[in-house]
């Protein structure tokens, strides 16, 4: 677990940021669990211009930033959460609210079905019922479908980078372990989609030619590109430079869930953690928020730790 340089601090409830929340290009954040990385593709050439190298130190870097990702780290490894950690919760909110809905409409529509039936004596038409009992149908397999990414999975999907061996591992979303040496990574900035895109770093394994993306992961923050500087620092930093002890000192929270599921109170601490450049909206989004973390403290349940 822990060794000398090891860190478990829990927060404070932290103010809100309102971006997060409303930001319209969210999904593209969890690409690779709700939709696949596009891969066997050549490299663009905005990657290329954005690549971020190891060995090579940032000297533009004032202050190196975990960003409160960091789950478990000593003097052999770092392992910290995987990118959708923040959102857990969230998408399966929406979509089980949706499914609440059609349940009610389905419910509402069969009281006056049977009503007609029965007590008007009127026959039903079934050509008029069948598309919309399809329609509804497909929309429940659609919900269904998309809230089981997060309820009944895994807790998070870890990710660690040995210092000795310079490997990293990945815990996939199918379950398998991705092993692949530091070195033959080809990081990069990703921008996200939509009206207001924020960034995240992806780790590309290509293939011999060092141009053919075969397989794609992603780090465990994004944000903007100034953040996820300092972010890709500290963790180049930890793999690279003899700064283990002061690396630790820099982190202030480390998520619960090593080892244990994440406990209600904490998920609402994390959830307020999201919304921390915004105090003056901070009541308006506070309902939203509380529902984020029932979603939340429900696929947390539901899931499995990671073994």
């Known amino acids: 677990m822990f060794d000398q340089y090891s860190i478990n601090i829990y927060p404070i409830i932290y103010k809100i940021n309102i971006n997060k ?19 066997n593709r050549p490299l663009t ?10 060995g090579q130190q940032n000297c533009e870097i004032q202050r190196i930033r975990d960003k409160d990702t960091v789950i478990k780290m000593n003097s052999t490894y770092l392992e910290t ?7 857990k919760g969230n998408a399966s909110l929406i979509t089980f609210t949706m499914f609440s809905i059609i349940i009610g409409f389905i419910i509402y529509g069969t009281i006056i079905v049977l009503e007609r039936y029965f007590y008007w004596d009127t026959e039903s038409d079934v050509s008029k019922i069948m598309p919309p009992v399809i329609m509804f149908a497909a929309m429940i397999f659609f919900c269904v479908k998309w809230t089981l990414k997060e309820w009944f999975r895994k807790t998070h999907y870890p990710i660690r980078f040995n210092r000795n061996n310079k490997m990293i591992y990945v815990y996939q979303v199918n379950g398998q372990i991705l092993s692949i040496p ?5 990081f990069t900035y990703a921008k996200g989609k939509g009206a207001f895109p924020e960034w995240g770093i992806d780790g590309h394994i290509l293939a011999d030619d060092k141009e053919t993306v075969l397989q794609t992961f992603s780090l465990g923050f994004y944000g903007s590109k100034y953040e996820l500087s300092g972010y890709w620092e500290f963790i180049r930093c930890y793999m690279e430079e003899d700064v283990v002890k002061e690396l630790a000192e820099t982190i202030v929270m480390c998520p619960p869930v090593a080892d244990w599921k994440e406990g209600y109170k904490f998920g609402l601490q994390y959830s307020f953690r999201l919304c921390s450049r915004f105090d003056r909206v901070r009541f308006i989004v506070l309902p939203i ?14 899931s499995k730790i990671p073994q």
Request: proline share 0%; aromatic share 12%.
């Open 21 to 39: 929340l409303i930001s319209k290009n969210r999904m593209s954040h969890l690409t690779g669990l709700y939709t696949s990385y596009s891969v």
């Open 289 to 302: 928020i509380l529902l984020e973390s029932i979603s939340r403290y429900i696929a947390m349940k539901t």
């Open 81 to 87: 959460v995987d990118r959708y950690y923040v959102d």
């Open 182 to 186: 530091w070195n033959e990574v080809f």
């Open 45 to 54: 050439q905005q990657e290329k211009v954005d690549q971020l190298h190891q």
